[in-house]
């Protein structure tokens, strides 16, 4: 899943950044190499909290 959302997102936002060239298609892959560890991380802290967010919502 994080996976999927990094190389997702780092194709739309340097698609906005660079155009439709050449240069977008060589860096693409780069970015969501880079994005990866950090949508992992994110997301293995993020999931808990909005979990427990849901759940205090949930119960009110």
């Known amino acids: ?5 990094a190389v ?3 194709g739309i936002m340097s698609l906005i950044a660079l155009g439709p060239t ?3 298609l060589s860096e693409w892959p780069k ?3 880079i994005a990866w560890p ?3 991380v994110l ?3 993020a999931f808990p909290v909005a979990s427990r ?4 919502i949930i119960r009110r």
Not at 1 to 5: D, E, G, R
Not at 53 to 56: E, F, I, P, R, T
């Open 8 to 10: 997702t997102m780092s």
């Open 43 to 45: 997301g293995a802290i």
């Open 38 to 40: 950090f949508a992992f």
């Open 22 to 24: 050449a240069l977008w």
């Open 53 to 56: 967010m849901a759940n205090l």
């Open 1 to 5: 899943m994080t996976f999927m959302m």
């Open 31 to 33: 970015a969501a190499l």
